[in-house]
């Protein structure tokens, strides 16, 4: 049975329609990675422990965060935004963000996995699709990573990777400076965020990262992403047609109401 029976509590943050793409169940994925092969992380993956499980086995759980530590010029705005948000919230008027503006959450904030992530291996490419919005990003293995500069800015960056063992270790450049990253901190063009995705059992899942920025960041920061696999998921399209919602001169997020 799927981890995830009864979809209906995801509903409310987008519109769901149609099954596009299918998790591979466990009984039909490839075999055991032999000797020298990259382990198969093939298929749907949930956040770990997720909103249904109890509490996690502390072996598998992740790792607490690092310290965020940003530069001076960039300390005081981000508290301001933080407490504005925490102010807003206690409210009950959320200032706007990515997905009440219906855009993608971007790198490296779509491994979240507040919705599940589906993970597709094939040759020469590890391709990444969130199921909130849709988003896709892709890995392509055992390329020389970009010059700095040289990407065209976008959500999710110019990502290249590589197997070492049993660990997919990945470098990102490129992601435009709007996207906000861990905890909506800012980063400048100079951002490299380093992953490292590693099977910590053969249904749990850690994505390590550290996002690098020597100008926003007076040290990299460190966080890790856990996920379970969910052997019959299947993602689900997500179309954000969200023509209620709109941000006021304050920057919050309101609720047009129309009359019957």
Known sequence: MSAYPNRTWWVGVGILAGVTLLAIPASDAPAAATAGAPPDITGAWGSYPGPRG?????????????????????????????????????????????????????????????????ILQSHGQVTIIAEAMSQVRRIFLDQQQMAMGTVPPGYFGHSVGRWEGDTL????????????????????????IHERLRLVAPDVLHDEITVEDPLVLEKPVTFTYAYKRIPEYQLLEYVCENNRDYVDEKGVTRMRLHSK
Do not use: W
């Open 169 to 192: 270790v990945v470098d990102t450049i490129g992601v435009k400076e709007s996207v906000l990253g861990y905890r909506d901190m800012p980063h400048s063009d100079q951002m490299r």
């Open 54 to 118: 109890g509490p996690p086995d502390p072996k598998l759980a992740a790792p607490p965060a690092t310290a965020l530590a940003l530069k001076s010029k960039y300390a005081g705005p981000y508290e301001a935004l933080r407490a504005a948000q925490r102010e807003s919230d206690a409210r009950g008027e959320p200032l706007a963000n990515a997905s009440t503006e219906c855009l993608p959450t971007g790198m490296p904030q779509m491994m979240f996995a507040i919705y599940p992530i589906e």
